[in-house]
């Protein structure tokens, strides 16, 4: 009988054990993966207050994850490493079977890619690029980097090229005049160039893509997701979640906050149509 109530409690203690486990398992937060456009610091400014609001409204508790490059976030997003994103690179070809499903997109218009010069330069087109030096911000970028690098190669204009990490890396190097152009998105050169005084020119500019979207890995139960979209989607209307946005764009010195809608991933063909037709490596690890 001893032996028997022995035996009775073992199994007890590890039922209790592995309660414990799951229940520690359930609770660890959800990695939420951004894009890098700008500096890790930036970057955690503006999203964690995002981040924050969005846990405590749908009850998921969301963790920010940056890669430190471009190309690391391609790879993580091909691998499914992250259970949420706001990025594009689940669109590229080599990363669609991740199975990253969109649910949420910001409001706006769609956007577009760059090739910038200083508005004093002597440079006047593109043909004027030929074996000048250009700045972009990583071989991972879309509009920084895969649609300007594609029209100047479909044009047979050979440039050297320079990666600074960031969306506003490329730009700095830019202002600096290391380089005599930029590859850029449209949208984050325009904040740049008025949080930074810089006065620039335009030299080409791209068809317009609806660029990030929110999305969720498939093994991302589905009334998770559902709770973290309705989130996302009522934060512009909720006070303290508008506050936590106003507080978001303050960092980068936005016109206006994000304001998150719903959206499908058929919005975001041109993009996938893009990445299958490109002349551009694209370079994953």
Do not use: C
Request: net charge positive.
């Amino acid at each position: 009988m001893a032996k028997r109530g022995f035996a009775t409690a073992s199994v007890i203690m590890l039922l209790l054990v592995a309660l414990g486990t799951k229940g520690r398992a359930e609770n660890q937060p959800l990695l939420f993966g951004v894009i890098i456009w700008r500096s890790p610091t930036l970057t955690a400014q503006f999203w964690n207050p995002i981040l924050r609001h969005v846990s405590e409204k749908s009850g998921v508790s969301l963790q920010l994850k940056v890669a430190p490059t471009g190309p690391e976030h391609t790879a993580m997003v091909r691998r499914g490493e992250l259970h949420f994103l706001y990025s594009n690179h689940n669109f590229i070809k080599d990363n669609e079977e991740s199975g990253y499903r969109v649910f949420a997109r910001p409001k706006g218009d769609a956007q577009s890619g760059e090739i910038v010069v200083l508005k004093d330069s002597p440079i006047k087109t593109l043909a004027d690029l030929e074996g000048k030096e250009m700045a972009f911000p990583h071989t991972a970028a879309f509009l920084g980097y895969h649609l300007p690098m594609d029209a100047l190669l479909r044009k047979g204009i050979k440039i050297t090229g320079h990666f600074a990490g960031t969306q506003e890396g490329a730009m700095t190097q830019l202002k600096a005049g290391r380089v005599v152009a930029a590859g850029v998105n449209a949208e984050v050169m325009r904040a740049f160039a008025q949080r930074e005084n810089i006065a620039y020119r335009v030299l080409w500019s791209s068809d317009k893509f609806l660029n990030l979207a929110l999305s969720a890995h498939p093994s991302v139960p589905a009334d998770t997701v559902k709770a973290v979209r309705k989130a996302f989607l009522q934060m512009a209307d909720d006070p303290e979640g508008a506050k936590a946005l106003a507080a978001s764009a303050e960092v980068l010195k936005q016109g206006s906050p994000l304001v998150f809608i719903a959206a499908r991933d058929s919005e975001f063909e041109n993009m996938r149509r893009f990445y299958r037709n490109t002349v551009v490596k694209v370079e994953l690890q």
